[in-house]
Structure formats: C-alpha cells, structure tokens
C-alpha cells in the first residue's frame, strides 16, 4: 500500500465563483450578547466549560449576514437558534445512534408540543422558546417547514450515526442527498420565511426551478463546509465528508479530492444562477417573497462558502484569517492512502488516519 504523506491542503477559491454580495444586518452589535445571554441561562460555570467550543463560533455574525433584512426580534430568534443547531449537531458527533435517537425524541417532542411535553431539560426548554417565538409571526406553513426540516436533520444524523458505527462510507449520490439534510440548511431556509414575514405557498416550494434553486444552494453551503471543516472531522476520524466519499469512491488522493470538491461547487453555484433566471412567476405579491427567499439563499451561500467560515475560530481556530488570505490550512494527521482497487474502512490511530484496506473484485457491487 503506498503511504502518502499531506501535512497541508490548499482550498478552493470559491469568492472567484460566488460573487454575491456579503450584506449584513444593522443589529449586528446587539445580537452576540443577548445570544449569549440565552443560550447559557440557568447553566453553572461547569457546564459552560463543557461549551468552551463555542468560544470564536460566532453565530450572531453569521445570524447577521444570512438574516440581513430581518427585524429584530427576528433576528435575534435567528441567532438564538443557530447558537442551538451548532450546539446539536457538535453533541450529534459524539452519539451512537440510540443517544443520538434520544435526543431527536426530545426535542421533536418539544417541537411538536411545546405547551404540554413534560420535559423540562436545557435542550427541551430551548426548543419550546424557539417554536413559541417563531409561532408569533410566522404562517402555519412556515411553522409546519421548520418542525418538518428540523425532524429530517436528524434523521439524516441518527442515518450518519448508523453510518459511523458500521465504519463504512456511502457513494457519492448517497452522500449527496444524505448531507442536504445533516446540513440543516433546509431549516434556515424556512427560517428566511420566518425572518422576512413571507408567506410562500407550498405548491411554489414544490415547482421544479424553486427546490433546484433550493438543492443548489444546500449543496454550496453543504460541500464548502466540508472544505473547510475536513481538518477538525479528520482528526477525530469523521467520515461523513465529501472530500472522504471522493476519495473513496473515486480512488482520489487528497489534493485531487480538493480539486473535484471545489469544482463541484463551482457547478453548484453556476447551476444556481441559471435557475435563477428560469424562475415563473405566480403574480405579483407571491414573486416579491420569492425574490426575498431566492435572495435569502444566496446570501447563505457567500455567508458560508466566502465570509463567516473564515471570521469564526470552528474551522481554522486563529489561523482563519491567514487561511482566508492563502488558502492553505495545516492538517494535524499524516493520510496512509488506500491502493486502487480497494474499498477502505477508516481509522485513527495516534492522530494518524489510516484507511484499511479491502480487495475488490470484479464482482463486488
């Protein structure tokens, strides 16, 4: 097996493709603290040790230039929840699949029944306020795709838990319409609804142009966190990642692996703006909050893929500016590259991965 040492990788340089403007919310000062303020409410010093890896996330910068337009009552809903979702999908990482199912059940409890589930932990409590404050202003539909989105996150997670445990790694289609929903994407995208006061019929989110405009976006938001995320998930053996599956699948090393991701999103964001000029119209009130929640996904898209991903400390700690500038990011393991040929199962031993190998023959599917 050849043995291939990558001690850094040089990403993509999506701001070249993604030319949408960065547009940020005037309330962006008063947000972090007020977050900050809820999400720790009620918890000792010990717990909020526990939550050190919030110290540089950044959500109500995030909150501020994915939400730009919204009012603030809105807004700060919109901080508190991302502040939440990150929270969730950390402690996800760390779950089998029956904690993992435990905890959906908890919250898809909270969700459904704020009012009379008897729950009173942290994460039920936070879930009841978000569904409460959503419901003042938001329409039914609205309510009813934020429950229904969050309830796919997880299960597309307790999915990646199961994926995880077993140790192998799902082709590339599988991977793609698995990750549109461990995004969450799907949920802050009812969430530009929600901060926007629009009210977009069901049969509008259902035309072809509108859920093609919907998957692209996903897909940038989705694969570019990949990028940008793989040298954390790498180092604590997280397989669910785009550039893993295309190495696996496409006996790709890591470099190649890069190009093929940075390309995909490439097409991702071309493939956006061509919808974008094919959308109907359905008269004029309903465009006007089309246009508002097309406009809310591209701001997601430069947000994720340009802006926040190198302001907050998640992904590059405090090399995020030097990385937004050079684009090369430091790895902390040594990659032992799989044969061609061969299907891997990956581990990590002593920070380094290694990806087992297992012959294939011309009959294996």
Request: proline share 3%; net charge neutral; with cysteine.
């Amino acid at each position: 097996m050849p043995v291939v040492t990558v001690t850094s990788l040089v990403l993509p340089d999506l701001k070249t493709h993604c030319t949408f403007p960065v547009r940020r919310s005037r309330y962006h000062k008063y947000l972090s603290a007020r977050t900050k303020a809820w999400f720790f409410r009620g918890r000792d010093d010990d717990y909020k040790k526990q939550c050190a890896t919030f110290k540089g996330l950044k959500p109500a910068l995030l909150a501020s230039v994915t939400y730009p337009n919204a009012g603030y009552p809105q807004l700060q809903l919109c901080s508190d929840f991302l502040t939440y979702f990150f929270f969730l999908d950390d402690l996800s990482d760390e779950l089998g699949k029956a904690d993992t199912k435990s905890v959906a059940d908890l919250v898809m409890n909270s969700l459904y029944h704020p009012y009379t589930y008897g729950s009173s932990t942290r994460i039920s409590e936070m879930a009841k306020d978000l569904i409460k404050r959503i419901a003042k202003t938001a329409t039914i539909g609205v309510q009813h795709r934020f429950v229904e989105t969050f309830d796919l996150f997880f299960q597309s997670i307790h999915a990646q838990a199961q994926e995880r445990t077993s140790g192998g790694i799902t082709t590339v289609d599988e991977y793609i319409m698995l990750r549109r929903d461990t995004s969450g994407c799907r949920t802050c995208w009812s969430l530009i609804e929600y901060a926007n006061n629009l009210d977009i019929p069901e049969e509008v989110h259902e035309h072809p142009v509108i859920r093609g405009l919907s998957d692209s976006a996903n897909d940038v938001v989705a694969w570019s966190n990949d990028l940008y995320s793989y040298k954390v998930e790498s180092s604590r053996n997280d397989t669910h990642n785009m550039l893993v599956v295309v190495m696996d699948q496409r006996n790709l090393d890591l470099p190649q692996a890069v190009d093929v991701v940075g390309k995909m999103c490439e097409e991702a964001i071309n493939r956006f703006k061509t919808l974008q000029t094919q959308v109907p119209s359905w008269g004029r009130i309903i465009d006007e909050d089309v246009a508002q929640y097309i406009q809310g996904m591209a701001d997601w898209m430069v947000a994720v893929s340009v802006y926040w991903s190198f302001e907050t400390e998640r992904y590059f700690g405090k090399a995020n500016k030097s990385v937004k500038t050079t684009r090369l990011v430091q790895l902390f393991a040594t990659l032992i590259l799989r044969r061609p040929g061969s299907r891997g199962k990956y581990r990590l031993t002593n920070n380094v991965v290694i990806i087992q190998t297992v012959h294939c023959s011309s009959t294996d599917t």
